[in-house]
T-cell receptor, first 114, second 114 residues
Framework: KAGVTQTPRYLIKTRGQQVTLSCSPI?????VSWYQQTPGQGLQFLFE???????NKGNFPGRFSGRQFSNSRSEMNVSTLELGDSALYLC?????????????FGQGTRLTVV | GDSVTQMEGPVTLSEEAFLTINCTYT??????LFWYVQYPGEGLQLLLK?????DKGSNKGFEATYRKETTSFHLEKGSVQVSDSAVYFC?????????????FGSGTRLLVRP
């Protein structure tokens, strides 16, 4: 079966712009979570959605937001981009949420802010 | 709060050498423990997991045992291959918990030379 698909794979944006990243989970998975990966901070949890409801949010500023659609696809948005937002953004899907069921990761979107 | 600590990398080994990557955790409850692997340019793949004390997870020649008394989950492999070169992440999560997130260590890069 198809895995987790993240689009686009690479993005270059300018400071102050906003960006939207997309994640299509494995068919049948209703939980989608997002992580930011940077060399300095490692992998940090952004938020998790299940059936269109955000169930948990990490310690990130309000510039980071997300949503989930009825087909379980998810988007995350970062407004007013800063240089420090440059990172690999990873999406993970699971049946019921990490910890309860296995999380499968996409290949990530590499965001570069210049 | 909960956290995961991994040994600093990179770890450089010759092919067929024995591998150990140390992982210790701090947890308020009884988490499940995971090892994920990230190959260059890819997302994370679940390598193995253990859900309770004294459980041993194993996959592709890798093993790790959940040691509650030492709060450790060290990754081992008897004979590494060049294809094992990757970054390895130790992580914890709680089943039945409402956080729905994985807490990751900082990652350990493994380089295996022919």
């Amino acid at each position: 079966k198809a895995g987790v698909t993240q689009t686009p794979r690479y993005l270059i944006k300018t400071r102050g712009q906003q960006v939207t990243l997309s994640c299509s989970p494995i068919s049948g998975h209703r939980s989608v979570s997002w992580y930011q990966q940077t060399p300095g901070q490692g992998l940090q949890f952004l938020f998790e959605y299940f059936s269109e409801t955000q169930r948990n949010k990490g310690n990130f500023p309000g510039r980071f937001s997300g949503r989930q659609f009825s087909n379980s696809r998810s988007e995350m948005n970062v407004s007013t981009l800063e240089l420090g937002d440059s990172a690999l953004y990873l999406c993970a899907s699971s049946l019921q949420g990490a910890g309860n069921t296995e999380a499968f990761f996409g290949q990530g979107t590499r965001l570069t802010v210049v | 709060g909960d956290s995961v600590t991994q040994m600093e990398g990179p770890v450089t080994l010759s092919e067929e050498a024995f591998l150990t990557i140390n992982c210790t955790y701090t947890a308020t409850g009884y988490p499940s423990l995971f090892w994920y692997v990230q190959y260059p340019g890819e997302g994370l793949q679940l390598l193995l997991k253990a859900t309770k004390a004294d459980d041993k997870g194993s996959n592709k020649g890798f093993e790790a045992t959940y040691r509650k008394e030492t709060t450790s989950f060290h990754l081992e492999k008897g004979s590494v291959q060049v294809s094992d070169s990757a970054v390895y992440f130790c992580a914890l999560s709680y089943s039945g918990d409402s956080s729905y997130k994985l807490i990751f260590g900082s990652g350990t890069r493994l380089l295996v030379r022919p």
